[in-house]
C-alpha cells in the first residue's frame, strides 16, 4: 500500500516537472503571437520559437521518465 | 498600470512572462525565490502578485501569510501551481484576494487575473492595434504598415501628407515605435509658432539671447537626440526661417540663437503637411531644397473616405476606449455602423472621433444603446470637402464630371434639378452624363 502511494506521488512529481516545459511553450508561444500581433522585432519571435523547440525536447525527456518509471513499477 | 510582482524559480518562464505582462502595460518586477521576493516587499508595495507554489526555499504559502501581517495596502495573489491537484487544497485559502492558475498558463489567463475588470475590450484593442496606436486592415493601410516597417529601419527623413484629420502625428508615432530608437519623439507645430520665437523652439537659445531669455533653453532638435523629430505643419513655418532649417538638416549641427558653439545633433526628422506635392510645388511655401531633404521618403496617409472598410474598427475602438473610461457598456448596431461607414468624413478620423465622442455623452448611460446624430455635417466639413475637389491640376473634363457627379448626388439624382442648378439643359446633361458612361444607369 505504502508503495503504489510513493509510486503515485513520483508520477504526479514527474507530471509536474512536465508542466515546466508546457508553460515555457505556452508562454512563448503566446509571445510569438504578440510580435506577429503588434509588429514588435522580428527577433524576439525567432528567439522565442527557438525557445518553445528546446522546451519540446525537454518535455519530451520529461514524459519518457514517466514512461521509463511506468516501465519500472510494471517489474 | 499595475505593479506586479512575479515569483517563479523558473527563468524562461520569467523572461517571457516579464515580456508579456510588460505589454499588457504594467510594471513587473521578478523574484527567483522567497528570499528574493521578501527583498522587493520590503521596499515597495505591489498590487498584484503572481506566485509559483513551489519555490527553492519554501512554499508560496508562506509569503502570503506574511503578506497579511505586513502589508496595509490590498494585494492581489495569484498562486502558480503545476498541480492541479493544489486546487483542492487553495480553495480554503481563496478569498477575495486570492486565486490560482494551473500551468501551462496562456496570456488570457494573465489578463484576466491582472485586469478582471475589462479583460474583453482590453484585448480587442491591442489586438487591432498595428506599431501600438494604429487601427486599420484595408489595403491603403496594410500599404502605409508597409511603408512605416520599411523606413522605421533606416534613419531616413520622411514627410508626411495627407488631409487634415488622417493621423499624421499617429503615424509619426508609428514610425517612431517601429524604428526602436533610444531617444524620445519630441513634436512641435511649426504654425502655432510666432516667426519670433520659431528659431528658439527649434534650436534653443543662449541665457539672455533677447529680451526674455532669463535661462538657456535646448531646442527641439537637441531634446529629440538619438529620437526622433515630429515638425507639425512644416510648410507654415517662415520662408526666411528655412535656410537655417535646411543647414541643420545637412550638417546635423545646431546653433543656439545668441550662442557660438555648434551642437551635433542626431534625430530622425519626420515632418508633416495637409498639402499635396501638387500644392506644395505651386505655392511655394516650402523651399526645393528643404524638401528634398525632409522628403527622403514622403509617405501619402489615406483619407477616411479611401478605407471605408476600417471606418467599423475606429468606431468600435473609440466606443471602447470611451466604455473604458466610463465603466459604460455602449455598443454599435448594424445600421449604426452601416450610417458610419455610409459618411464620407471630410474631416477624416479625428471627425469620426469626435463624432463618436459627441454620440456617446449624448446617450442615455443607463442602456446600452448609443444614439447617433441625425446629421454627422460640420461647417468646416463642407469647406474642406469643396476644397479638396478642386485642385490644381486636374483636368477640365475631370473637374466637370466631378460636378456633375456632386450636384446629382445632392438633388437625389434628379437630373432635371440637376440641369437646373448647373446651369445646362437636361438634354446637354444626358449628353454629357452620355460621354462619361459611368453615370448611365
Redesign the interface.
Known amino acids: 500500500m505504502t508503495i503504489e502511494r510513493n509510486q503515485n506521488n513520483d508520477i ?1 512529481t514527474l507530471v ?2 512536465a ?2 516545459p ?7 508561444a ?2 510569438v ?2 510580435v506577429l ?3 514588435l ?1 522580428r527577433e ?1 519571435a525567432v528567439d ?1 520559437l527557438s ?1 518553445i523547440i528546446a ?1 519540446c525536447q525537454d518535455c519530451s525527456d520529461k514524459l519518457q521518465m514517466i514512461s521509463d518509471s511506468q516501465k519500472d513499477n510494471n517489474h | 498600470m499595475l505593479k506586479v510582482l512575479l515569483v517563479d524559480d523558473d527563468n524562461e518562464f520569467t523572461d517571457v512572462a516579464y515580456q508579456i505582462i510588460e505589454f499588457l502595460g504594467h510594471e513587473v518586477s521578478v523574484a527567483g525565490s522567497l528570499k528574493e521576493a521578501r527583498q522587493w516587499l520590503e521596499h515597495q508595495q505591489f498590487d498584484h502578485i503572481l506566485l509559483d507554489f513551489m519555490l527553492p526555499d519554501g512554499s508560496g504559502l508562506h509569503l502570503i501569510d506574511e503578506l497579511d501581517l505586513s502589508t496595509g495596502k490590498q494585494t492581489f495573489i495569484t498562486l502558480i501551481t503545476g498541480h492541479p491537484s493544489v486546487k483542492g487544497m487553495l480553495a480554503g485559502l481563496c478569498g477575495p484576494n486570492v486565486n490560482y492558475l494551473v500551468k501551462p498558463l496562456q496570456r488570457e489567463d494573465i489578463e484576466e487575473v491582472l485586469n478582471r475588470k475589462s479583460k474583453k475590450a482590453v484585448k480587442k484593442v491591442s489586438k487591432a492595434l498595428h506599431f501600438g496606436c494604429l487601427i486599420g486592415e484595408s489595403a491603403p493601410m496594410q500599404e502605409l504598415y508597409l511603408m512605416i516597417e520599411r523606413v522605421a529601419k533606416t534613419n531616413a527623413n520622411v514627410m508626411l501628407m495627407g488631409e487634415s484629420g488622417v493621423g499624421k502625428e499617429v503615424v509619426a508615432q508609428a514610425i517612431h515605435s517601429a524604428s526602436q530608437c533610444e531617444g524620445p519623439l519630441i513634436a512641435t507645430n511649426c504654425g502655432a509658432l510666432s516667426k519670433e520665437l520659431i528659431g528658439s523652439e527649434l534650436f534653443g537659445h543662449e541665457k539672455g539671447a533677447f529680451t526674455g531669455a532669463v535661462g538657456r533653453k535646448d531646442g527641439v532638435f537637441e531634446r529629440a537626440e538619438n529620437g526622433t523629430l515630429f515638425l507639425d505643419e512644416v510648410t507654415e513655418m517662415p520662408l526666411d526661417m528655412q535656410p537655417n532649417l535646411l543647414r541643420v538638416l545637412e550638417s546635423k549641427r545646431v546653433t543656439r540663437v545668441g550662442g557660438t558653439k555648434e551642437i551635433d545633433v542626431n534625430c530622425r526628422v519626420v515632418s508633416a503637411t495637409n498639402r499635396s506635392v501638387n500644392e506644395l510645388a505651386e505655392s511655394k511655401v516650402l523651399r526645393e531644397d528643404v524638401y528634398f531633404r525632409l522628403a527622403v521618403f514622403p509617405i501619402d496617409i489615406p483619407s477616411l473616405r479611401q478605407r471605408k472598410d476600417d471606418i467599423p474598427l475606429l468606431a468600435e475602438a473609440f466606443l471602447n476606449e470611451l466604455n473604458e473610461e466610463n465603466g459604460t457598456s455602449f455598443a454599435w448596431s448594424k445600421p449604426q455602423l452601416t450610417r458610419l461607414t455610409d459618411y464620407d468624413w471630410p474631416g477624416n478620423v479625428r471627425e469620426l472621433r469626435h463624432a463618436v465622442h459627441r454620440a456617446f455623452i449624448m446617450s442615455d448611460p443607463e442602456s446600452s444603446t448609443i444614439d447617433l446624430p441625425s446629421s454627422f455635417a460640420s461647417p468646416f466639413a463642407s469647406n474642406s470637402t469643396s476644397s479638396n475637389q478642386i485642385s490644381a491640376g486636374q483636368t477640365i473634363e475631370n473637374v466637370e464630371k466631378e460636378l456633375i457627379r456632386a450636384t446629382l448626388e445632392k438633388v437625389n439624382g434628379s437630373k432635371t434639378l440637376a440641369a437646373e442648378m448647373l446651369g445646362i439643359s437636361t438634354k446637354t446633361l444626358y449628353n454629357r452624363l452620355h460621354a462619361y458612361g459611368d453615370f448611365e444607369e
Open positions: 504526479r509536474h516537472d508542466r515546466g508546457l508553460n515555457r511553450i505556452s508562454m512563448n503566446e509571445l503571437k504578440l500581433e503588434n509588429d522585432p524576439k522565442a525557445k522546451a
